[in-house]
């Protein structure tokens, strides 16, 4: 009697959907995450097959965020078949592994186009005054 690939006998789990995405650790107002391969239909609180790096979006002392990625395991899951979330996408396109995720531009937009008008807003306040 063969057993169904629902039972957990492994056939499903190797042929499964993978992704890399972020899983959030850390504490209220505090994030941190860690990179992390797992099957695509799992949320992000059960177990992982493999940690591939590490983000934290705060910046440090000296305004740097700091990343730890494991290229050579993104590689490898790349080549067989993982899908990529966008958060993971755009750092990964930032840290040169892949290419530019065209949301990293748009954002990118956005702040230059707030700053320059938050400048205009206060010359012009100085200028009134």
């Not at 695509?40 to 609180?45: C, D, G, L, V």
Request: aromatic content about 8%.
């Amino acid at each position: 009697m063969s057993l169904s690939p629902a039972s957990g006998i492994g056939r499903f789990y190797a042929k499964s959907a993978k992704i890399i995405r972020f899983v959030r650790l850390g504490c209220t107002n505090r994030p941190f995450y860690h990179i992390v391969v797992m099957e695509r239909r799992k949320n992000q609180h059960q177990p992982v097959i493999e940690q591939v790096g590490s983000y934290d979006p705060l910046p440090n002392d000296h305004n740097e965020r700091l990343v730890a990625l494991n290229t050579e395991r993104i590689r490898f899951w790349l080549g067989k078949g993982a899908h990529l979330s966008t958060p993971a996408a755009e750092l990964l396109g930032i840290a040169g592994l892949l290419p530019i995720h065209p949301r990293t531009y748009m954002t990118a937009w956005r702040s230059r186009r707030s700053a320059a008008e938050a400048e205009a807003t206060a010359e012009k306040a100085e200028s009134t005054a």
